[in-house]
């Protein structure tokens, strides 16, 4: 698996740490469970990570934690902007941007 992650066939400047690679339109293609080869991060076939449910769990768990804990709000003098971009589904044109304050 470390062989394929480092692969400069497949990845542009493989040993830099870009996680931004998976943020593009293509970022789709790419499941962490192992239906893509190229990226494997919790094995795939008979070797597949037994904790996938667990982290999966975690996610929601952490993200409820940190709902409960912070008080949310927009950054300094910005408006929800409620435009939509028009797909399968519908989806804000422009990404939200929450600050955390402390309770």
């Keep these: 698996m470390w062989s394929i992650h480092i692969d400069p066939h497949v990845w542009e400047n493989p040993l830099q740490f870009q996680p931004e690679r998976f943020l593009h339109e293509n970022s789709e293609k790419f499941d962490f469970i192992g239906n893509n080869f190229e990226y494997l991060p919790f094995g795939s076939g008979r070797r597949v990570c037994p904790g996938i449910p667990l982290a999966e769990k975690m996610v929601m768990y952490l993200l409820a934690t940190l709902v409960h804990t912070y008080e949310w709000g927009l950054p300094e003098g910005q408006k929800i902007d409620l435009s939509e971009k028009f797909g ?9 941007i929450a600050v955390p304050y402390h309770k």
């Design 88 to 96: 399968i589904v519908m989806r804000k044109e422009t990404p939200l």
